[in-house]
């Protein structure tokens, strides 16, 4: 295997300046959640190894887990074939989404209708600082 320097070039970000990350949790590969990276949130995750986003609805660097504690620390940064979407592989605290679930992904189409697959392990209010 060839060992060549990330060049952020090689990635396709948005006419944002985005690129869709996914994570997911690295012993398990659980897929915990979907969010938006820039060039400064990617240099920020690799140097520090805690997983940093973009917030599009703040307009700024979120840094995973500074407000509810439920950080992500960096196993793994890949990126697909295309070079438009990445792979986080993380050691996440806690859990991943902000309603308390574990991950982002518990709405699933069963037998015709939508169902609530997995319940609040936190609440909100405990996770932020309301209740």
Known sequence: MSRDPLRLDDLKFTSEGLIPAIA???????????AW???ESINETLKTGRVCYWSR??????????????AQTLKDFRWD???DTLLLLVDQRGVACHTGRRNCFFYAFRNGGTEII???????EDLYGGG
């Open 57 to 70: 609805s703040r307009g700024k660097l979120w840094r995973k887990g500074e407000s509810s504690g439920q």
């Open 24 to 34: 997911q949790q690295h012993d398990t590969g659980e897929v915990l959640m979907m």
């Open 118 to 124: 997995a319940e609040p392990e936190v609440s909100p």
């Open 81 to 83: 074939c295309d070079g």
């Open 37 to 39: 990276m820039n060039r």
